[in-house]
Every structure is written in C-alpha cells, then in structure tokens.
C-alpha cells in the first residue's frame, strides 16, 4: 500500500507530504491542489511504463509541470511504502536541465541510492518492471542495483499498482450505457463500459465472484437481488444491465432495465465491478457524490471503505477520494480525511483531520463533514482562537 | 463595545442584507438597537444571521454523544464559528418569537448553558412576537411618531402588550396590524424597519421592562450580564 506521497516544486504542490491509508479522502475548495496531488501520482505511474521522454512533453512538459512561485531547477515526486517500522522510498528528480535522477532508499535513516536517467531511456524501477534490466558494471552502482532490486521486489504488487492510475469521475448516464463485450474490458474513467466488465466477471472462470457482487449489492440495497445481462436486440455482442428485484406480490423475481434504476445503485454497482474485477491499481474517485441523493452516500463510503480492506472484492484495492460533500463527509473518521489548503507563498499545504486541534473532542457533538462546513479549511486546521 | 452576532427571526428583529449574500450581514432591525440600549454592544459593527441561515443548519450523524437540536443545535454552530474565528464577533444575542408555543420561554436558559469566555450569550424570547417590544416602548413610540404619550395610548389595545398575538381572530389584537394603525393615523407613515429601528434607539429600557417582563426584562438582564453595561455618555440622559 502506497503509504505516503512527497512532492516537491510539482505545479501547486511546492512542498507536500501527504500519508495515505488505505482509504484516504481529500477535502478542499476548487484549486487547493487535490487534482494536483492525483496528477503527481499519474505522472509516476507512467514512468513505471513509458520512457521519460515520451512523458514530459507536451501538456507535460517541464515548464508546465514545475512550481511557477520561485524560480526552481528541479520537482521531485517520491512514493514512501511501509516495511515493518522501516519506510522504503523511491524519488524521481527532473531538472529543468531535463536530467532525470531516481533516488532509492530502503529505509528512513539509510543511505540514498542514485542513478542518473537518460532522457530517452526509461526509468530503471521500470526496466526491473518489464524485465529489461541491464545490471550496472560500476562498483558504486552494484549496491545500487541491490537496493532497487529489494526494493521492487519487496514493493512489486505496489508499484504495479502505481502504473495504472484511473480517475474515475463517474457518471450515472454512461455507466447505464450498452457496451460490447470483451474479454479485456476495463471500466472507463467516466463510467463506460460497466456492462462488458460486468459480463466479464459473469463469464470468468471464478463464478463466485458474480455471486459475492450481487450479495454485496443486496446487502448495500436490499431490494436488488441481482443483475442480469441480456443481449440488446439487434446489435451482435452488445449487453445492457438490468437488475434483478424481489417481487413484492411474493411471485418470481422481476428485472427492470439500468435506465430505470436509480443513480445510487449505478454508482455501487460500478464499485463493486471494480472491486471483482481483477485489475492492479489504486482507485481514485472524483466526487462519488454527484448525482447521488444524500441517503446514499453512507453506503457509498462503506462500500468503498470495505474494497479498501478487502473485505469486498477479492484483493485490497487502496481508494482515494476527493469530495466537496459535507455530507459525504460525515461518514468518514478524521484518520481518513486530509484538508488540502492553498496558500500563496507556500502553495498547497495538506492536514491530516486527525491533527485539528481538539478534533475528537468536537466530534462528540459534530459531525466530520458538519466541521468541514461550518469551519471551512483555514479555521478547522488553525483550531480555537484566544 | 463588543461586537456580536445577533441570530433572529426577520426583517424587523436582525435586519436583512441589503444584496443577496450566503454570509453574515450588517446587524439592523429592533433587537441590535435595544441591545445597544442596555449593554456595552457595538451594534453599528455587529453582524447578523436569520436561525434558517445555511451556516447554521446542522446535518450531523445521529451517533454523537452530545448531540444538540433545533435552536439549541443552531447556537452551538454559530459558537463553533465565533470561537474558531471564522465569526469575528466577541459573542453571540439571539432572540426567538414565542409565537404560539410556551415552551420557549425556556429557550434562554438551555442557550446560557452554553456561554463560554470566549462566547458569551444572551437569549431571549419576545413574548409573544417582537412587535410586544416596539409597542411596549409608548415614550419612544411617541417621540417616533411624533405624537403624544396619550394619543399612542388611546390607539393601543389597554391589555398588555405581551398577550398580542399576531394568530388573534379579533384584528384590533394583532400586533402588527395595531403597530400600522399607529403609524397611519398619528403620523400618515407606514411601519417600517426604520420606523422601527428609530423606536427601538429611543426607547426608554425601563420602561420596556415594565411592559415586557415575561419577554424583554430577563433578556436585558442577560444581555448586560454577558457584554457589561452600556458606556455613560457625560451629558447623556442615564
């Protein structure tokens, strides 16, 4: 599990360091820096699998990614993960000179291992990942190439996890959308393709998967009893999502199609697809709340909360997400909350919940979310005034 | 001088913004000039908020030890924006009409408990609306109206100004429509906050204490007990 973030001179994020459990919502106005802080996530995801220079080009380049407050010559963005009291740490530095170095450090007080990156060439943490891994010959990189060696494989499903990094900001409409089926269907950022995943799941070789979905779906709404896929007429290979209801006369089951389903059973429907389906990677999630009625949202944050622990979907998938519902809000732990703030001259500054002053005391009579908006950011983090 | 937050039921009570605004605005209305009246209150830099503002309305899990409600609720979120400095007041007046139901009279003392150093309270219900404490001030009425104490006393019902009720059948007992009556016949004008307001600068504490003891007595009693006195002004009437 990816266990904390350090970014330095990264668009707005001019200094930050941020801890991650393994469900973590971001709270923030518009333009505080959470798009930022995902983006610096995004940006090493894919140097586990592009070269460099395929990366920083374009929307990408240096100039557009570099903190504009000061004049600086390098970012850096480090992941930290957990190894018993030990945190092994991986940098990747870029200079405005276009030198690329990565730092690898297998604990907090140890040595820091550097290689110096070629522009063209891809990083070494993912020549160790696709197996192109040319072992140096100099003397001071040998104890290098042993530490990047534990640390990957020490950190392997974690750092797999890192390269594919979707922002899913879903929408109800496109998630009710038909979709051909494949083999390899993947959910879409934006919620297509939830009926091709679906059928996927279905026709895996695991049947107990579909089963362990419907029985989560049922106990997140118990009208549902399941779901069923029939094949849209006329349209070869194409399925559409219907769900499967008790009858309240007491008669067999009867399905109404996703068009009539409401919002909240697409969104929990589209979670627990990702939850099953099998694919490496943190999820993050952009507003889960839109479009859902507030009742909701406390299933929303279970089912995501327990996707995060395993305890729905058959790996632990760490989650992250950004909200602007206080009410959504509500239904967290301060543990799992970081304020993220914008400051002009220090640029974002992100704050644990856990760390308000008096926080525990004030949630006795308030609410996480009711905090967050009576109080806003600045006020909740700074605490009482003398 | 302390600045506050006056928290109210309308227009004639707290003022309303004078552009539409989701914050807190200028404190005007019939409750900021009394409490200016009988206690050490800057009312010119004090701030207001109606009890349905969003900033005060509560949404919290049911789960929590000391869960407050309704206005008690309110209150508390009002103090949490005081005392963390996102209201930049010393404290916190609000007054509730009792309308048609008695239990309100207990509302101060439920909100007092809550007073801390950081965010004194002063609550208070006007009995039984807030029109009990402009017809209550017959001096200042007149003055206002410029008309005698007499004439006002004459147009207004004999009973006390304490049992009109806005929800009366009979319309001679409603306070609102006596309050217009007044300002119709003795002065050609219209009932207005301003009208109001100017009442409420005139008027005679005491005076409004012995026509509103249920009402107005124990919330100037409390009002200067959480701000202090008003300043003496030498040349001023005491």
Redesign the interface.
């Known amino acids: 599990m990816l266990a904390r973030l350090h970014v330095q001179n990264f668009k707005c994020l001019r200094d930050v360091d941020i801890a991650f459990g393994p469900f973590t919502v971001l709270i923030g106005p518009n333009d505080s820096g959470k798009s930022s802080i995902l983006d610096a996530l995004r940006i090493l995801g894919r140097t586990m699998r592009e070269p460099l220079a395929d990366i920083f080009r374009g929307d990408d380049e240096w100039r557009h990614l570099a903190w504009k407050g000061t004049n600086v010559s390098s970012f850096a963005l480090e992941v930290g993960y957990k190894n018993g009291p030990q945190e092994r740490t991986y940098k990747l530095v870029l200079s405005a000179l276009n030198v690329f170095e990565e730092h690898i450090s297998e604990d907090n007080a140890g040595p820091v291992h550097v290689f110096k990156v070629p522009r063209r060439a891809g990083t070494r943490l993912r020549d160790h990942a696709g197996g192109a891994f040319v072992p140096s010959i100099k003397g001071s990189n040998i104890a290098a190439d042993h530490s990047l060696r534990s640390f990957y494989g020490s950190h392997k499903s974690d750092l797999h996890a890192l390269v594919e990094i979707p922002r899913y900001h879903l929408n109800p409409e496109h998630l009710r959308s038909t979709a051909p089926t494949l083999r390899d269907a993947v959910l879409a950022p934006t919620g297509d393709n939830l009926v091709a995943v679906l059928d996927r799941l279905i026709s895996g070789p695991d049947r107990s998967v579909i089963v362990r979905l419907e029985k989560a779906l049922h106990e997140a709404i118990p009208t549902i009893r399941g779901i069923s896929l029939p094949a849209v007429a006329g349209q070869a290979g194409t399925k559409t999502l219907e769900f499967v209801l008790d009858n309240a006369q007491n008669g067999p089951p009867v399905t109404i199609p996703c068009a009539h389903a409401s919002d909240g059973a697409m969104l929990l429907t589209a979670f627990l697809a990702l939850a099953f389906s099998d694919e490496p990677g943190m999820i993050l999630v952009e507003e889960p709340e839109n479009g859902l009625h507030p009742s909701r949202l406390r299933e929303v944050v279970e089912m995501l909360r327990k996707i995060s622990t395993g305890a729905v979907g058959n790996t632990p998938r760490q989650v992250i997400v950004t909200t602007h519902s206080?009410?959504l809000l509500?239904?967290t732990q301060p543990e799992e909350v970081r304020i993220v703030q914008r400051d002009r001259e220090r640029g974002t500054i992100v704050t644990p919940m856990s760390d308000v002053p008096d926080v525990h005391e004030?949630?006795?009579?308030?609410?996480t979310?009711?905090?967050w908006y009576?109080?806003?950011e600045q006020?909740?983090v700074?605490?009482?005034?003398? | 001088m302390k600045r506050v937050l006056f928290v109210g039921d309308g227009k004639h009570d707290i003022g309303v913004p004078d552009w539409p605004t989701d914050e807190p605005f200028p404190a005007r209305g019939v409750v900021p000039h009394l409490a200016e009246r009988v206690a050490a209150v800057d009312r010119a830099h004090s701030l207001a908020m109606p009890w349905s503002h969003p900033?005060l309305s509560?949404?919290?899990?049911k789960n929590?030890?000391?869960?407050?409600r309704g206005y008690e609720a309110k209150v508390?979120?009002a103090m949490?924006?005081i005392?963390?400095?996102?209201l930049r007041v010393d404290g916190l007046v609000c007054v509730v009409d009792e309308d048609n139901d008695p239990e309100r009279r207990n509302l101060p003392d439920v909100l007092h408990v809550h007073a801390s150093e950081?965010c004194p309270i002063a609550a208070g219900v006007a009995v039984r609306s807030i029109e009990a404490w402009t017809l209550g001030a017959r001096t200042a009425l007149a003055q206002a109206l410029r008309t005698k104490v007499d004439m006002v006393e004459k147009t207004c019902p004999s009973s006390s100004v304490e049992e009109l009720y806005e929800g009366a059948g009979d319309r001679s007992r409603r306070p609102k429509h006596i309050l217009q009556r007044l300002a119709d016949e003795l002065a050609r004008m219209k009932d207005s906050l301003e009208l109001r307001e100017e009442i409420a600068s005139l008027t005679d504490p005491d005076e409004l204490c012995k026509a509103c003891p249920i009402g107005f007595a124990p919330f100037a009693v409390a009002v200067r007990a959480a701000f202090g006195p008003p300043p003496v002004v030498v040349g001023s009437t005491p």
């Open positions: 206080p009410l509500n239904y004030l949630l006795d009579e308030f609410g979310g009711e905090l009576l109080l806003g006020a909740l700074e605490g009482k005034k003398p | 900033r509560r949404f919290q899990p929590r030890a000391q869960r407050t508390r979120a949490l924006q005392e963390r400095g996102v950081r």
